[in-house]
T-cell receptor, first 115, second 113 residues
Framework: EAGVTQFPSHSVIEKGQTVTLRCDPI?????LYWYRRVMGKEIKFLLHFVKESKQDESGMPNNRFLAERTGGTYSTLKVQPAELEDSGVYFCASSFGAGGSYEQYFGPGTRLTVT | AQSVTQLGSHVSVSEGALVLLRCNYS??????LFWYVQYPNQGLQLLLK??????LVKGINGFEAEFKKSETSFHLTKPSAHMSDAAEYFC???????????FGQGTELSVKP
């Protein structure tokens, strides 16, 4: 069974540009989460989808970040325009949900560098 | 705000020595508790979890953790360190099933030969 995959693995962009990160959860997992780790800091929650609906977006830093999960499968996280402080590793996780395990399975992350 | 504290951003042990990584959480409400490990260039992997069953939880690779409500702690231990245990370890809590994880700062474990 394939795990959580994320694309790209690395992205280097200039301040003011746009970047879109993609996450493919484990097949059949209704829950999808985005987290971010800024260098030297703890991993922080960004948002949580249940299928295609945003269950909790309390961690989204500002309106430059837009997350979507059309059709309840893969998700994208767009940063527009990117700022220097957006640099970090963006992790995606998924879990099965109701009636099954809520254990979150993590992808390898996307390392975003804004210069 | 709810928080998780991991004492020591770096811990170094000798191969064969006891591993003890400390984790304390801030809430008086017992949460769901987790330890994750991240090996270089990989995603986070679940080591073990506490979900209100037995207070001593056994995980993969010989790790275990004990939930102590009175101390609001969930320290991770392994009796004998192996070189392959070198990685970064994260303690995390959640206050509802399926909800967001709140992470500690992470502890990088080094194992000396």
């Amino acid at each position: 069974e394939a795990g959580v995959t994320q694309f790209p693995s690395h992205s280097v962009i200039e301040k003011g540009q746009t970047v879109t990160l993609r996450c493919d959860p484990i097949s059949g997992h209704d829950n999808l989460y985005w987290y971010r780790r800024v260098m030297g800091k703890e991993i922080k929650f960004l948002l949580h989808f249940v299928k295609e609906s945003k269950q909790d977006e309390s961690g989204m830093p500002n309106n430059r970040f837009l997350a979507e999960r059309t059709g309840g499968t893969y998700s994208t996280l767009k940063v527009q325009p990117a700022e220097l402080e957006d640099s970090g590793v963006y992790f995606c996780a998924s879990s099965f949900g109701a009636g099954g395990s809520y254990e979150q399975y993590f992808g390898p992350g996307t390392r975003l560098t804004v210069t | 705000a709810q928080s998780v504290t991991q004492l020591g951003s770096h811990v170094s042990v000798s191969e064969g020595a006891l591993v003890l990584l400390r984790c304390n959480y801030s809430s008086s409400v017992p949460p769901y508790l987790f330890w994750y490990v991240q090996y270089p260039n990989q995603g986070l992997q679940l080591l073990l979890k506490y979900t209100s069953a037995a207070t001593l939880v056994k995980g993969i690779n010989g790790f275990e953790a004990e939930f102590k409500k009175s101390e609001t702690s969930f320290h991770l231990t392994k009796p004998s360190a192996h070189m392959s245990d070198a990685a970064e370890y994260f303690c995390a809590v959640s206050y509802n099933q399926g909800g967001k994880l709140i992470f500690g700062q992470g502890t990088e474990l080094s194992v000396k030969p």
